[in-house]
């Protein structure tokens, strides 16, 4: 399957303001890239790349105030499986946990692992430890928190979400990795484009976040909101929550002002079609 991704987002900028973004894919899904994944400034600036903590490819630079326009789009091969099961996968013990990983068993910025240990050995200490266990936290989220744009904010946390039961994508991930960890489950924010290929259309494309988790000693993926395997995920990056992950951070005020991401499946037929005179 090809995938066509790209956005195009724009700011206005009363001053200059330095800014960071994450809007290339993953490195791990470099190799899988048809067209080349640049990231385009208007105004052209001066800009750095470079590999985060985290693993993610990030650009720096210095915006210049009045219009600034970032924008890209590229052709990635996929799958066009849906993602992918173990059900016999097993919990890692903590103290067989890889050190780099031992971050996403702790307290970050949007889940506070240690209000939850009671709360979820009650839900799901009696539900077998592995992918069931994952499972069941998923199914639980998913069931629990209705989905409503106008509830966002950037403050909300998996205390919040779990308090008032509604949110955004975000949100419902920030309640299940919290859970997760407070069952000694490593679990990590993720986040990347998810189009509605082989699934109903939900409204205007938006990126979208999911979260995975180490069983088996490997990295699997999970979505509390759609507790349903999806197909076409391109994965641009992963942290300990959405403060790791922000697809665009400015140190000065930058105000939105065009927001587009498209992510939608591309035939043969349509790619071997001339182009319009």
Excluded at 7 to 25: E, G, K
Excluded at 34 to 52: C, M, N, R, W
Excluded at 136 to 149: M, P
Excluded at 201 to 210: L, N, V
């Amino acid at each position: 399957m090809l995938i066509r991704i790209g956005y195009d987002i724009q700011f206005d900028l009363p001053v200059s303001a330095a800014m960071v973004t994450l809007l290339h894919v993953h490195p791990s899904r470099d190799k899988d890239l048809i067209e080349p994944d640049a990231l385009h400034i208007d105004p052209k600036v001066e800009a750095t790349e470079y590999i985060d903590a985290f693993g993610n490819h990030c650009t720096r630079f210095v915006a210049p105030p009045g219009l600034l326009r970032l924008h890209n789009s590229a052709l990635i091969q996929d799958s066009g499986q849906p993602d992918e099961l173990n059900i016999r996968a097993r919990e890692v013990p903590v103290g067989d946990v890889p050190t780099e990983f031992l971050c996403y068993l702790l307290n970050s910025r949007y889940c506070e692992v240690d209000r939850f240990s009671n709360i979820a050995y009650e839900l799901f200490g009696h539900i077998t430890p592995g992918w069931s266990r994952v499972q069941a936290i998923c199914d639980w989220v998913h069931g629990k928190v209705t989905f409503s744009y106008p509830h966002a904010r950037p403050t909300k946390s998996a205390l919040d979400v779990y308090t008032e039961r509604i949110g955004v994508c975000r949100d419902f991930q920030h309640l299940a990795i919290t859970f997760c960890r407070a069952m000694n489950i490593p679990a990590r924010y993720a986040t990347g484009y998810l189009g509605d290929i082989a699934w109903p259309a939900s409204g205007p494309m938006d990126f979208s976040a999911w979260f995975e988790v180490y069983l088996e000693n490997r990295w699997w993926t999970f979505d509390a909101r759609h507790a349903t395997p999806r197909i076409g995920r391109v994965l641009m990056a992963v942290g300990r929550d959405a403060s790791d992950v922000a697809i665009t951070t400015s140190f000065g005020q930058a105000n939105l002002s065009h927001f587009t991401v498209i992510s939608d499946e591309v035939t043969q037929i349509a790619l071997d079609a001339p182009l319009p005179a």
